[in-house]
C-alpha cells in the first residue's frame, strides 16, 4: 500500500514569490494535515482538510491557504514568501478517529 | 491552549543503554498520547500511542505509558541501537469527535535527538 506522497521533494523560491506544494493521502484517507518543521522550532500545525473542507487552521497568516480535492490531494499554498518560510512542509493523511501517517516533506528554500 | 515538553537533548548514549526521554503535557480533558520518531531526510514514523490514562503504548522495544496524574508520557529503552539514532517528538491530540478534531490534529514537543555510538 502506498503510503503518503508528496511533491516536489524540494523547492526553491524567491522572496515574494509563490509557492504550492501537493500530498497525495493514503488511499481510502479523507483527511489531509500540512505541517511546517522550522529549523529550531519544531513541528507547527498548519492546516487540516477533510471531506473537501478545511476543519481547522493553526496561527498562521493568510498568505498561508490551501485546498481539498475530490479524490482527497491537497494542495498547500503560499503566496508572498517571506525568508522565514524557509522550512520542511510535512504532509500527513488519516481519517479522523486515526492515527495520522506522515510523508517525507517539501523542503522550502526562500531566497 | 495545549502544549507538550521533552527533555532538551541532545541525549548520547553508548550501544545496549537504557534510555529515557521525557515528556510532560498540559491539555483540557483527556487527550491521546503518542511518540513519532523522524530517521535522518525522512518524514515522521508512528513509533506508539496511548490513548487513556494507564495505557501502555509499545513497539520495537519502546514503551510509554500514559500518566494522568503527573500528565507525563515518558519514553523508555531497555537497550538502544545505534539504528535508533533520530529525532524524537512527543505529540498529543484532543480526542477524535466527528465533525470536531481529529487524532491528526497534533501538538509536538521540540524532539529530542539521539545519537546511539557503538
Known amino acids: 500500500e502506498a503510503g503518503v506522497t508528496q511533491s516536489p521533494t524540494h523547492l526553491i523560491k524567491t522572496r515574494g514569490q509563490q509557492a504550492t506544494l501537493r500530498c497525495s493521502p493514503i488511499?481510502?484517507?479523507?483527511?489531509v494535515y500540512w505541517y511546517q518543521q522550522a529549523l529550531g522550532l519544531g513541528l507547527q500545525f498548519l492546516l487540516w482538510?477533510?471531506?473537501?473542507?478545511?476543519?481547522n487552521r493553526g496561527n498562521f497568516p493568510p498568505r498561508f491557504s490551501g485546498r481539498q480535492f475530490p479524490n482527497y490531494s491537497s494542495e498547500l499554498n503560499v503566496n508572498a514568501l517571506e525568508l522565514e518560510d524557509s522550512a520542511l512542509y510535512l504532509c500527513?493523511?488519516?481519517?479522523?478517529?486515526?492515527?495520522?501517517?506522515f510523508g517525507q516533506g517539501t523542503r522550502l528554500t526562500v531566497v | 491552549g495545549n502544549s507538550v515538553t521533552q527533555m532538551e537533548g541532545p541525549v548520547t548514549l553508548s550501544e545496549e543503554a537504557f534510555l529515557t526521554i521525557n515528556c510532560t503535557y498540559t491539555?483540557?480533558?483527556?487527550?491521546?498520547l503518542f511518540w513519532y520518531v523522524q530517521y535522518p531526510g525522512e518524514g515522521l514514523q508512528l513509533l506508539l500511542k496511548?490513548?487513556?490514562?494507564?495505557d501502555k503504548g509499545s513497539n520495537k522495544g519502546f514503551e510509554a505509558t500514559y500518566r494522568k496524574e503527573t500528565t507525563s508520557f515518558h519514553l523508555e529503552k531497555g537497550s538502544v541501537q545505534v539504528s535508533d539514532s533520530a529525532v524524537y517528538f512527543c505529540?498529543?491530540?484532543?480526542?477524535?469527535?466527528?465533525?470536531?478534531?481529529?487524532?491528526?490534529?497534533?501538538?509536538f514537543g521540540q524532539g529530542t535527538i539521539l545519537t546511539v555510538h557503538p
Open positions: 488511499s481510502g484517507h479523507t483527511s
Open positions: 491539555a483540557t480533558g483527556y487527550p491521546s
Open positions: 496511548a490513548t487513556k490514562a494507564d
Open positions: 482538510y477533510d471531506e473537501g473542507e478545511e476543519r
Open positions: 505529540a498529543l491530540s484532543e480526542k477524535a469527535n466527528a465533525g470536531g478534531t481529529s487524532y491528526g490534529k497534533l501538538t
Open positions: 500527513a493523511s488519516s481519517l479522523w478517529y486515526t492515527e495520522a501517517f
